[in-house]
């Protein structure tokens, strides 16, 4: 469309009365929140228009959430953000275990929490969600998961392009080490629980 003699393209992103709009198939997309845009994408990417721009093109009824990987926090709990899911981490030793980081976690309204269907408890047993990324200080090698797999991001630019959080650290030669589970003990007092030494 060709609006104020500009010919706007696909995935342009607009900045409207502090609401955040993303254009694709000539509807606009509307983020729930700006800090859903903010997550994805940085302020200044958005071009700010007044509110008559809205009748230029039909609204979208798809709204967009917070990019995958997020964490948020709502209440006493904090949750991680993956596929259009939410889940609720466990524990605080979990989050740290995970290597998760405190100062990525986003505080969430209610609104912006009750957008997602819920997922189950996050573990420790679980893998990293979608949209994680990890950085292997020694080499400098960044990997993002996207479908359930590690994929490596060619560059440190590209990395951080995707970047809204840090990375977490992992050592490369201990990623592809085989772990063996000596034993498997029940745990005492606990009706389910199981552990063994790594």
């Not at 201990?174 to 063996?180: Q, R, T």
Request: proline share 6%; hydrophobic share 40%.
């Amino acid at each position: 469309s060709i609006i104020d003699g500009k010919s706007f393209p696909e995935a342009s992103m607009f900045r409207i009365s502090g609401e955040f709009y993303f254009l694709k198939n000539g509807a606009l997309q509307k983020f729930i929140s700006p800090a859903a845009f903010s997550s994805q994408y940085r302020p200044e990417q958005a071009i700010e228009k007044d509110k008559s721009f809205l009748g230029q093109y039909k609204l979208s009824e798809n709204t967009i959430g917070f990019s995958d990987g997020s964490l948020l926090s709502y209440g006493d709990s904090v949750y991680l953000i993956s596929e259009g899911k939410i889940s609720p981490i466990d524990s605080v030793i979990t989050f740290e275990a995970a290597g998760f980081n405190w100062d990525d976690v986003i505080p969430a309204n209610a609104d912006e929490v009750s957008f997602y269907n819920k997922a189950k408890l996050f573990s420790l047993k679980d893998p990293h969600p979608a949209g994680t990324v990890f950085l292997t200080p020694e080499e400098g090698n960044f990997y993002i998961i996207t479908s359930g797999e590690k994929n490596v991001l060619p560059t440190a630019n590209i990395a951080y392009a995707w970047l809204r959080r840090n990375p977490i650290l992992v050592s490369e030669a201990s990623s592809g080490a085989p772990i063996f589970c000596s034993e498997l003990q029940k745990e005492l007092l606990a009706l389910r629980r199981y552990s063994c030494e790594i």
